[in-house]
């Protein structure tokens, strides 16, 4: 019999990054570009999450958790390097995401400070705790059809 030690903080696929450990949850609030968004969505859960995740990752950033619930709310966590912010932004709004207008104030600051900064902060993490409403154009239209009796 082969025992498993698990080891808090580290993951069992070799491309994924591991959990934060206590104290470096409690240092993440010191990070200042840890930043909690909220937006609405057109599209289907289960589809948007595929969408985002596949162009989070091929702009080569990481995706830390992931998941939708019965109500359209779609949630992530992800993670980035800032030198690739715009990129970043950029497939949030081609994916179809109306983020709130504090997100969008948000991610050009961040966009700015990188390009102003100084040449290694593009090397720097940006965390980006996502929280989207969805309203599945089909729900739409069946609420705004008429009823006839």
């Not at 409690?26 to 968004?37: E, F, G, R």
Request: proline letters at 5%; aromatic letters at 8%; glycine letters at 10%.
């Amino acid at each position: 019999m082969i025992a498993i030690m698990f080891q808090p903080g580290l993951s069992d696929k070799p491309y994924m990054r591991g959990f934060p450990s206590t104290s470096e949850a409690m240092q993440a609030s010191a990070i200042p570009w840890a930043m909690q968004m909220r937006a609405v969505s057109m599209d289907e859960p289960g589809r948007l999450v595929q969408t985002l995740t596949g162009a989070i990752l091929g702009c080569g950033g990481w995706v830390l958790s992931r998941g939708a619930s019965e109500s359209g709310t779609v949630s992530m966590l992800f993670e980035f390097e800032r030198g690739v912010c715009i990129d970043i932004y950029s497939i949030l709004i081609a994916a179809g995401l109306e983020l709130s207008g504090s997100a969008h104030m948000r991610f050009t600051e961040l966009c700015q400070c990188t390009r102003l900064g100084p040449q290694d902060c593009g090397d720097d993490i940006a965390s980006v705790d996502l929280e989207i409403q969805t309203y599945p154009a089909t729900s739409i239209r069946e609420e705004s059809s008429p009823r006839w009796a």
